[in-house]
């Protein structure tokens, strides 16, 4: 006596495939329109946040960052003199006035130079002549630091030392490592004024 062989037909399988190809082309363009809708969600939040922090800025300072290149300004008229660095303009001004030069907060006598340093400035302790405003190690100019108009651990903000440091491979989509801690955590008691706004009832 004959065993009987159970089995699925040629035409049973290509059908199965058939359906499985059809289900598939419905679902991934399904799948990709929800990823697009949520990128476009984060982006427009975070363009949202730069708005708010921006107008936080001009609040606190009463003008937005320029993004003129950086350059020499005389001490009396406030005018450019000559271009300092061509390159430090638009996104590095922009971070520099929401986070600050080093990341530690802006200080409101910056001249928006690459090199961090105000030649105009007067030191408030001692009255005298003194450029590194943002100098960590005078706590003078510390305390004059507007607090950051963004948070930095949700803030992918790179020193342009550490930037000019990846690989061609991490610049070209492989994953950046985090940006390290600044090099000086001052103590509690030297930290820039918080923000306090009076509530509106």
Same mark, same amino acid.
Request: with cysteine; glycine share 4%.
């Given at each position: 006596?004959?065993? +009987?062989?159970?089995?699925? +037909?040629?035409? %049973?399988?290509?059908?199965?495939?058939?359906?499985?190809?059809?289900?598939?082309?419905?679902?991934?363009?399904?799948?990709?329109?929800?990823?697009?809708?949520?990128?476009?969600?984060?982006?427009?939040?975070?363009?949202?946040?730069?708005?708010?922090?921006?107008?936080?800025?001009?609040?606190?300072?009463?003008?937005?960052?320029?993004?003129?290149?950086?350059?020499?300004?005389?001490?009396?008229?406030?005018?450019?003199?000559?271009?300092?660095?061509?390159?430090?303009?638009?996104?590095?001004?922009?971070? %520099?006035?929401?986070?600050?030069?080093?990341?530690?907060?802006?200080?409101?006598?910056?001249?928006?130079? $690459?090199?961090?340093?105000?030649?105009?400035?007067?030191?408030?302790?001692?009255?005298?002549?003194?450029?590194?405003?943002?100098?960590?190690?005078? +706590? %003078?100019?510390?305390?004059?630091?507007? $607090?950051?108009?963004?948070?930095?651990?949700?803030?992918?903000?790179?020193?342009?030392?550490?930037?000019?440091?990846?690989?061609?491979?991490?610049?070209?989509?492989?994953?950046?490592?985090?940006?390290?801690?600044? $090099?000086? +955590? $001052?103590?509690?008691?030297?930290?820039?004024?918080?923000?306090?706004?009076?509530?509106?009832?």
């Amino acid at each position: 006596m004959k065993k +009987t062989v159970m089995g699925f +037909t040629l035409i %049973e399988i290509l059908t199965v495939l058939a359906v499985m190809a059809i289900l598939v082309g419905i679902l991934v363009p399904a799948l990709n329109a929800a990823r697009n809708a949520a990128l476009n969600a984060k982006q427009r939040v975070q363009i949202s946040t730069l708005e708010n922090a921006l107008a936080t800025f001009r609040n606190e300072n009463g003008y937005f960052p320029t993004s003129e290149p950086a350059c020499i300004r005389d001490c009396i008229t406030g005018k450019c003199v000559s271009l300092i660095s061509p390159a430090y303009s638009g996104a590095q001004k922009l971070a %520099e006035a929401l986070l600050g030069w080093d990341l530690l907060g802006f200080h409101p006598a910056s001249q928006w130079r $690459p090199d961090g340093i105000n030649p105009c400035a007067i030191n408030p302790k001692t009255k005298l002549s003194d450029v590194e405003i943002y100098s960590i190690k005078k +706590t %003078e100019f510390f305390m004059q630091r507007r $607090p950051r108009y963004l948070d930095l651990e949700k803030t992918s903000v790179f020193p342009l030392q550490q930037l000019l440091s990846f690989t061609p491979q991490q610049l070209n989509g492989q994953p950046i490592p985090p940006p390290p801690p600044p $090099p000086y +955590t $001052p103590s509690p008691n030297l930290q820039p004024q918080p923000r306090n706004y009076p509530l509106n009832c």
